[in-house]
């Protein structure tokens, strides 16, 4: 299992009128979970179109809104892995506000598929060799 975590403040510009982060940049922030993720692990989602080939679109998006984020709130946000992926990878997501209270929790999966031909593909060998240690 691999665990990774990343710290944003939530800005003026993404909360809505009750002051509360606006439930729809919560995708976003899981977005941030895991493009700081896959860097933590010395690769980037840019490396991994531009020299694999591999592209990762998103099949499904799972959250569960458990306490509100407000403005200017640091907020945690934790990716796991729970097991090695193979053509799919889901990331599981927790948000937590300052005092460590859990706000948001959810999962995303992606496939990889080559860029080129648009077909679902096994997981990059590059990415492979940099997460297996974990496991």
Do not use: W
């Amino acid at each position: 299992m691999f665990t990774h975590k990343f710290q944003k403040r939530v800005r003026y510009g993404e909360v809505d009128q009750m002051g509360y982060l606006y439930y729809g940049n919560y995708a976003q922030y899981y977005e941030i979970g895991r493009a700081e993720m896959i860097r933590s692990l010395g690769l980037s989602y840019r490396q991994m179109e531009e020299e694999e080939g591999i592209m990762m679109p998103v099949m499904s998006l799972n959250t569960r809104f458990v306490r509100p984020a407000h403005y200017d709130d640091l907020l945690t946000i934790q990716t796991t892995l729970r097991r090695l992926p193979e053509k799919t990878i889901t990331f599981y997501m927790e948000i937590f506000n300052e005092r460590g209270k859990l706000l948001n929790g959810g999962s995303v999966k992606l496939c990889f598929v080559d860029k080129h031909t648009g077909k679902t593909v096994v997981a990059p060998s590059l990415f492979m060799e940099k997460i297996k240690p974990f496991f």
